[in-house]
């Protein structure tokens, strides 16, 4: 079997790490991406920078994620990580749904699953903790979008679709990036990704009282999931995924020295939801010259049930117990990556190891 990861950094990053290996000081921001089920295949990795990389890590870090991420994000800010983790990867992966589960069902399923993640206790911890701050991204949908209708919805996302394919920034025409921030910044020490000014974004203080519904806004799927509505402090409207403009992200994250770690499913980047099939729409060098790509190689992929990694259409594709089955066999697959990375970044080899992004 080839190499277990494919690890690629942009420039700056790449020069660095060539000459100081990744020290965990040397991380400024984490990033964590939409996709659903497929952080399954990212769950032995997440349990490795928890349970050993970052373990004695005491300066700030900086996490930043939509849908899935924000609710793998969600685990590590907690005092006891690991605990929320295992909660968070049971809960999502023995999740069972109706034959034909509708809007509703599902997003009570989803509810159900985050505040399992997130305790009454875990809130504050969340909040407070002075490492690792967390923060996530939904979006403001407007017109047809905001429809519970599902045709309406249908056709809002249609012409927000092909807004998009003409340029990236009409999707400001259909929604609003909501970035839901940590509440110890202060003036001076916002992260760069606070001031994203790629599409017109509103800023919005986590809270004790929006904590939980900007989470799971952050991974309500447009016609899947209901809206959520009614979130405190934030303006008045319909939320929905963070993927739909932050899929997997082209912003920047982090200003000057630091890298800006990036374990994801796959080795490239799509930046918006409706990119998906734009095979040009990239992100643009400048800002990825700091950050370092993780993702499974097509060697791990390829030995794994079906050669792929989990994804939405898992739900339809399997019966309860085949799905389970091969979930399961996903997430124990993946802890030889988050063994793979720790020994490159423990014996130095990830020097001679890591490409050009």
């Known amino acids: 079997m080839g190499s277990l990861i494919d690890i690629q950094a942009g420039a700056q990053a790449l020069d660095y790490i060539r000459a100081n290996g990744l020290p965990h000081e040397s991380v400024k921001v984490m990033v964590g991406a ?4 497929k952080w399954f295949v990212l769950s032995g990795l997440d ?8 373990r004695n890590r005491t300066s700030p870090l900086d996490l930043i994620g939509t849908s899935a991420g924000s609710w ?3 685990c590590y800010a907690q005092d006891d990580p690991l605990a929320a983790h295992e909660r968070f990867e049971q809960g999502y992966l023995h999740t069972h749904y109706s034959e034909k589960p509708d809007p509703a069902e599902i997003s009570r399923k989803a509810r159900e699953l985050v505040e399992n ?3 009454p206790e875990s809130v504050g911890q969340i909040l407070n903790n002075p490492v690792f701050r967390f923060n996530l991204i939904a979006v403001r949908s407007h017109g047809l979008t905001a429809s519970e209708h599902k045709l309406l919805q249908m056709a809002g996302l249609g012409l927000a679709a092909t807004g998009n394919l003409i340029n990236r920034k ?9 970035l839901f921030y940590h509440p110890a910044y202060g003036t001076s020490d916002k992260p760069a990704f606070y001031h994203a000014s790629d599409l017109p974004t509103e800023r919005v203080r986590l809270t004790e009282t929006n904590l939980v519904d900007a989470i799971l806004a952050s991974g309500s799927i447009p016609a899947v999931m209901q809206g959520v509505k009614h979130i405190s402090g934030a303006p008045a409207g319909c939320y929905r995924d963070g993927g739909i403009t932050d899929y997997h992200f082209d912003m920047r994250f982090h200003q000057g020295d630091g890298l ?11 930046p918006g939801w409706f990119d998906k099939a734009l095979k040009h729409r990239r992100p643009l060098p400048q800002n990825t010259d700091n950050m370092v790509l993780i993702s499974p190689s097509q060697a791990f992929v390829d030995r794994l049930p079906y050669q792929k990694i989990p994804d939405r259409n898992d739900f339809a594709r399997f019966t309860y117990d085949e799905r389970i ?6 997430v124990d697959e993946s802890k030889r990556l988050g063994d793979n990375f720790i020994d490159l970044v423990n014996n130095g080899s990830i020097r001679r190891y890591i490409k050009a992004l």
């Open 34 to 37: 939409s996709g659903g089920p």
């Open 47 to 54: 349990k490795a920078l928890l349970g050993e990389y970052f």
């Open 72 to 74: 793998r994000f969600s």
């Open 117 to 119: 993640i997130v305790l």
């Open 170 to 178: 009409h999707l400001s025409s259909f929604f609003t990036r909501t």
């Open 260 to 270: 800006v770690l990036y374990p994801h499913f796959y080795p490239r980047m799509i």
């Open 325 to 330: 089955r091969y979930w399961k066999r996903v």
